[in-house]
């Protein structure tokens, strides 16, 4: 059905016809056929080695899958993330776990992801993949995108940072220079040389920073002074300066530090904002942490309601992924979506990054075009 077709049919409904709209809307929707699907591992080979506080890498091995009905086919990947035990081939295996719920209506994908959660405690980037995969189809289905069909405006669409993987810090340097239109920068931390590292880039560059330690600071001290001493480096944030685990500590700190504090691994999903909302300013919520866009919605409105500010975050990803999250950007404060530029082996095509803008287009669904299947 053709978007202006589907407009005309509410149309109708506003007007008072539900006695035509009913069956004919009935009549659009429906499908009888059967739900194929299509599962694929890829490796992706990164621009530069990718380092955090916990490892190196220098590929990423992402999952993919499609979903086919009626004539459209909707497209999803996951990037597991080892720190919760999860690897491309358990997301495979998850998606092939979901088949039954994928031949049930896929109108009803606010009931399919419930049913998705159930499936298994954990597989939270094969849950986004499936839920965007889901998202995809039925934009497609109704000829608009992703981020109207959620009642956005694509000019809402924030501007990204650029990350900086930990690494000598000539290299670190090395790659500001080579992306320099970029207005704010995110620094990967958590060794014990990072005064050395953030002295480093501030030699090549006055720019706005914000710093993430990815729990790399292993006691309240130590992240004190740390913040405190990098408060005074044009640091605009700390994002998760000490283990997940430390909530007492993360009150105390929260009381002395002079930046603000922003939670990543400490929370998955909505069920934890409630319990760490008093020791952070904010969160960095990513579509591969929670189990996708349907669950960062609900994220985004618990957090609001509490006070909290918002950056909306990514893991090395292909345009697919980062243009499903892009299309919530006007609903945050920050982004930091560059998980396609640190990779060096881009199947698809999406969201653009002009400079440091995200664009968001009127392609219908997630906007992507590209096949790997």
Not at 5 to 20: I, M
Not at 58 to 71: L, M, P, Q, S, Y
Not at 326 to 352: C, I, Y
Request: aromatic letters at 8%; hydrophobic letters at 45%; a neutral charge.
């Amino acid at each position: 059905m053709k978007r202006k077709e589907f407009l005309g049919l509410a149309g109708a409904a506003a007007a008072g016809s539900l006695v035509t709209f009913r069956p004919a809307l009935a009549q659009a929707l429906a499908g009888g056929g059967k739900t194929t699907l299509s599962v694929k591992i890829m490796d992706l080979k990164l621009q530069y080695a990718w380092g955090l506080s916990r490892g190196t890498w220098t590929t990423r091995r992402n999952a993919f899958v499609k979903i086919e009905r009626d004539g459209v086919y909707g497209l999803g990947e996951a990037a597991p993330i080892a720190r919760y035990d999860e690897t491309a081939e358990g997301a495979a295996a998850f998606f092939e776990k979901a088949r039954p719920v994928l031949e049930r209506d896929l109108w009803e994908y606010a009931v399919r992801w419930n049913e998705l959660e159930t499936l298994a405690p954990t597989e939270h980037a094969a849950k986004a993949a499936l839920d965007m995969a889901l998202l995809d189809w039925v934009g497609k289905k109704l000829q608009v995108p992703v981020w109207k069909l959620l009642g956005l405006n694509k000019a809402g669409a924030l501007k990204t940072t650029y990350s900086i993987g930990i690494d000598e810090v000539p290299v670190m340097q090395e790659k500001i220079r080579a992306y320099p239109d970029f207005s704010v920068y995110k620094i990967k931390v958590g060794t014990k040389d990072d005064r050395k590292i953030i002295e480093g880039i501030r030699a090549v560059t006055s720019k706005p920073l914000r710093v993430d330690a990815n729990e790399g600071w292993k006691t309240k001290e130590e992240a004190l002074e740390n913040i405190n001493w990098m408060a005074g480096m044009g640091i605009e944030y700390i994002e998760q300066p000490m283990p997940a685990d430390r909530i007492e500590d993360f009150a105390w700190l929260k009381q002395r530090s002079k930046l603000p504090l922003y939670a990543d691994e400490s929370l998955m999903k909505a069920s934890d904002i409630p319990r760490i909302a008093p020791y952070f300013d904010g969160l960095n919520i990513k579509l591969m942490k929670c189990g996708g866009i349907q669950e960062a919605v609900r994220m985004v409105a618990m957090a609001r309601a509490l006070g909290l500010k918002l950056m909306i975050g990514c893991m090395v990803e292909t345009s697919l992924a980062i243009s499903a999250a892009a299309a919530l950007t006007p609903l945050f404060d920050h982004a930091d979506l560059d998980g396609n530029l640190l990779s060096a082996t881009d199947p698809f095509k999406g969201v653009k990054t002009v400079k440091d803008q995200l664009v968001l287009n009127d392609r219908p669904g997630l906007g992507v075009e590209g096949e790997i299947f």
